[in-house]
């Protein structure tokens, strides 16, 4: 049986020197099927001494999507993600384990 995911439209759109958002063809769009829910993951996610609360959102966002990509491809013969599954997926491990500062 599959688990259950969620899908999300993810936005990165930069941000011009005088704090606008920029116009035209500038944002990147894209969608993601997600494990687990990005939105339970941020709220959980401890405070770390040195990580600033957009670093830490940016970490917990980026590392899931990373996590789920490898995952999906990790087991198929030949593909250049199952190749690095075995050192990409101990790393992320470790990011979730950053210390709290709590």
Known sequence: MASPS?????????????GLQCTGRCTIELEHRASRDLMRLLEAAPRTAGISGDERATLVIASQLLRDIVQRHAATDGHALAAVAAQVL?????????????
């Open 90 to 102: 101990p790393a992320l491990d470790a990011l979730d384990q950053l210390p709290s500062s709590r």
């Open 6 to 18: 969620t899908r999300y439209r993810i936005s990165v759109t930069p941000i011009e020197k005088d």
